[in-house]
């Protein structure tokens, strides 16, 4: 498609649980990102892929939380054991000039929700 | 890390209300950025901002890049239902070598019929 997209747009799901969320970048950008949204928190960032280098994983919250990309295509992010706190927006973002345009194209989000 | 504080919070306003909306960060940025999330949606950049001292209008809105490089604000003129939203700054992130943004909180603008 046109645009980032992700799956599923909404999930909820029991404490304890594992969760996968999944993205899929604009084609042809080289970078992607994963930020959460959560109530009144404005957006967080959690990690972000370049190419083939090493992701930043510097803002993962936890080690429950972890995200893998294939290449230059699909991203998905893993919540183990899921907790309450976990619950949120999770926004996917790619781009292939951000220091030269500022512009990430994000997705419309998966709405996490741990009972 | 950088912090950027969005103020005001929230701002309920009547359509045809100007708005303004201002964002601070404790360090000097290069870029300046403004996004807006409509509900339901991802954000969308709005406007960029790359100079101290830059004024840059986009339809109704404009957006300035203050001289000290450490503040920007958005004004949005005669204000239109689909103005209704989450507004964002942004500025690049640093640490690590990592090349993304940080976000400020937002401000949550709410048009009163």
């Known amino acids: 498609g046109a645009g980032v997209s992700q799956s599923p747009s909404n999930k909820v799901t029991e404490k304890g649980k594992d969760v996968e969320l999944r993205c899929d970048p604009i084609?042809?950008?080289?970078?992607l990102y994963w930020y959460r949204q959560s109530l009144g928190q404005g957006l967080e960032f959690l990690i972000y892929?370049?190419?083939?280098?090493?992701?930043?994983k510097s803002g993962l919250p936890s080690d429950r939380f972890s995200a893998e990309r294939t290449g230059e295509s699909v991203s998905t992010l893993t919540i183990q054991r899921t907790q309450q706190e976990d619950s949120a927006v999770y926004l996917c973002?790619?781009?292939?000039?951000?220091?030269?345009?500022?512009?990430?194209?994000f997705g419309e989000g998966s709405r996490l929700t741990v009972l | 890390g950088q912090q950027l504080n969005q103020s005001p919070q929230s701002m309920f306003i009547q359509e045809g209300e100007d708005v303004s909306m201002n964002c601070t960060s404790s360090s000097i940025f290069n870029t300046w950025l403004w996004y807006k999330q409509d509900p339901g949606e991802g954000p969308v950049l709005l406007i960029a901002?790359?100079?101290?001292?830059e004024l840059t209008s986009n339809g109704r809105l404009t957006a300035q890049f203050g001289i000290t490089r450490k503040d920007s604000f958005l004004n949005i003129s005669a204000s239109i239902p689909s103005d209704v939203g989450i507004y964002f700054c942004?500025?690049?992130?640093?640490?690590?070598?990592?090349?993304?943004?940080?976000f400020g909180k937002g401000t949550h603008l709410i048009i009163q019929p």
């Open positions: 892929f370049q190419g083939n280098s090493a992701p930043d």
């Open positions: 942004a500025g690049p992130y640093s640490g690590g070598g990592a090349d993304g943004l940080t």
């Open positions: 973002a790619s781009t292939q000039r951000l220091a030269a345009t500022g512009e990430l194209f």
């Open positions: 084609s042809g950008h080289t970078a």
């Open positions: 901002l790359y100079k101290a001292g």
